[in-house]
């Protein structure tokens, strides 16, 4: 037997039971940009009306035959993930930490649970759940920048999103824009535009406050699949503009993409950038071979060590062979710090010097870009530090994105001493925590953190066996509904959610599993082929 009219035919829902699932709905989707212990309370509700459903529609099985349970591939592979990550506390030794993760990744399990074997009202959920969406992500836009710019300092583009990940945050931006651009394609209807339009205004504000690369990354991807699905087949107009705009979104973003890597190749400095001596007749240090770079200028060029040394020592409390307010060398900031101003890094350098520019250095403070520029193009200058310093041998901890290369040297350390069942679904930290010493990893001690992508996490903690299921959860969300027009909402989900995984361990906090298990359950019921 397939699923009866009473789950798919709008209506047929009893309205007490529909109003439940309904206020669940929106009270989850309103927490999840802003608070953990509502999206608990979110999920507690959504509990609650399953519970009245079963009250009032009778048990699970009631007029449902094998036929509606073996469609539904998304059910069993959440279920078949819950179950395998469950069982691997058998071999588990930290087991009070395996049932802090399983708790943390029980949003994974309940809300595809409830919202798959529920009989509520595919079209009005949806309905309401992208209205509350998109005022949900729009009100967080409008509370994160009014905090912000409330703020008496200046803020670290972290610090730009106070109520949960930045990452997290610009992940349901980019999924809540796109889909309602999804909308506005198709539907070409005012009021879709409208939203679009504030959720472009608001979450592009955002991200680039919180110097968000996921969401810069994800919004022009989402785009592309959106304008992607809608240009495929038809020779309408508006199929070709559809078509024609996808190709001018493509090769701007292959362009950005190659001006991006001409920026970032490594750059040594020129021979006639180096002088011989300093005002003062001492002889300059060089160190050609390094390419890092502060401002367009390179550091490791025209170093006088004495003068230096002397100058700095002479103007200021804090020893110029000691730490800096962020426990870096001073040394190193104020030669960076001189560097981005194009000075040299002597006696005149340090007297050109204002007040102000030594108590920066004095505070940690490496460049003057931090004053300069803000949000993403600040971000852009780090990235460029990275790279570069990691090129030239530098330390790579505390470096967001270089620092992920140690990670994943150390899973692949964890991973290869247990590759058929893992390491337990436990024992994560203790094994990265064994592996790092092992290798003998250049992070520092506070730096050495896990694989920072969810794929390699399944694969070190349960084996081949839970990345299988997570790729298959993901896999059933396009079988189950992708195919229906009126839900490739879906297939945005899907690729926000699995491409996020690859640089973060986003099951693994509250607000990214309650996000990813939200959206799996909604849709993940196999429904019928044609549109409600």
Known sequence: MTETRRDRTPGTTNPLVQRAYDAAMILTVIALPFSNFLMS???????????????????????????????????????????????????????????????????????????????????????????????????????????????????????????????????????????????????????????????????????????????????????????????????????????????????STGLLICIGGWNLKPTPPAPSEMLQTTALGASYQHFPERCLRENGNPVWINVAWSELEASWNAISGVSFDGPDGRNQELKTTLIRFLT???????????????????????????????????????????????????????????????????????????????????VGTGDLKREFASAYVAIDSPLQLPFRLRAHNQYVTFLISGGPIALILWIAVLVSLHFTQAMVPERRATLLFVLILGLSCLSEDTLETQAGVTFAGLFIGLFGRKMREKPL
């Open 41 to 251: 309370q979110g999920a507690f509700l959504m509990l609650l009306a399953w519970a009245l459903d079963r009250w009032k529609n009778g048990p699970l099985f009631r007029s449902r035959g094998w036929g509606f349970w073996q469609t539904q591939l998304t059910f069993w592979a959440v279920i078949a993930l819950f179950a395998w990550l469950l069982i691997g506390q058998l071999w588990t030794t930290e087991l009070q930490n395996g049932w802090t993760a399983l708790r943390i990744k029980l949003p994974l399990l309940a809300f595809p649970l409830v919202l798959i074997t529920g009989r509520w009202d595919f079209k009005r959920g949806m309905r309401v759940v992208s209205y509350t969406l998109a005022l949900s992500i729009a009100a967080a836009c409008l509370a994160v920048l009014w905090t912000g710019y409330q703020s008496d300092s200046p803020l670290h583009a972290r610090e730009w999103s106070p109520f949960i990940s930045h990452i997290r945050f610009s992940l349901m931006i980019a999924f809540a824009w796109s889909w309602w651009f999804w909308i506005f394609i198709r539907q070409r209807a005012t009021r879709a535009g409208l939203i679009c339009l504030l959720l472009s205004l608001l979450g592009g504000w955002v991200i680039w406050k919180t110097a968000s690369i996921t969401g810069l990354l994800m919004v022009p991807l989402s785009g592309a699949l959106v304008l992607w699905l809608e240009g495929l087949g038809g020779k309408s107009p508006r199929m070709a503009q559809v078509r024609f705009g996808l190709r001018i979104l493509g090769l």
């Open 340 to 422: 981005s101003k194009g000075l040299t890094k002597d006696a005149a350098g340090i007297h050109a010097l204002s007040k102000g520019d030594i108590e920066h250095v004095e505070a940690g403070i490496p460049t003057v870009l931090e004053f300069e520029h803000q949000g993403l193009r600040r971000r852009w200058d780090i990235i460029q530090f990275e790279i570069a310093n990691w090129l030239d041998g530098g330390d790579p901890s505390g470096h967001s994105l270089v620092q992920r290369f140690a990670f994943l040297h150390a899973a692949s350390y964890v991973y290869h001493s247990h590759p058929l069942l893992g």
